[in-house]
Nanobody
Framework: VQLQASGGGLVQAGGSLRLSCAAS????????VGWFRQAPGEEREFVAT????????YYDNSVKGRFTISRDNAKNTVYLQMNSLKLEDTAVYYC????????????????WGRGTQVTVSS
């Protein structure tokens, strides 16, 4: 499966963005999808993940209550709605997919898209 993340940009602190992850080349409902982010000089870190049918979601504590992950299997797309953005949310955001079950570490994901830059300014 191929993944393409989009929707990043420059936003002021407190603002919102919605990222999209469009999938192609596979049976989308076979895959759990996760969002990860990587700031300069930092390791790639988990943000959120969603199960194949969208019924199970997990979030990192740093984004819980502010970010919402969802998916539209008819459109082969996963979304990350980001509200109340903070300076520390600035990073390149990546979507990734893995067969079957959700997971929270990047090493467990087999398919990765190119990232989209999110920059939060004061």
């Amino acid at each position: 499966v191929q993944l393409q993340a989009s929707g990043g940009g420059l936003v002021q602190a407190g603002g919102s963005l919605r990222l999209s992850c469009a999938a192609s080349g596979g049976t989308f409902t076979n895959y759990a999808v996760g969002w990860f982010r990587q700031a300069p000089g930092e390791e790639r870190e988990f943000v959120a993940t969603i199960s194949r049918n969208g019924g199970i979601t997990y979030y990192d504590n740093s984004v819980k209550g502010r970010f919402t992950i969802s998916r539209d299997n008819a459109k082969n797309t996963v979304y990350l709605q980001m509200n109340s953005l903070k300076l520390e949310d600035t990073a390149v955001y990546y979507c990734a997919a893995r067969d079957r079950w959700i997971a929270q570490t990047p090493y467990e994901y087999h398919y990765w898209g190119r990232g989209t830059q999110v920059t939060v300014s004061s």
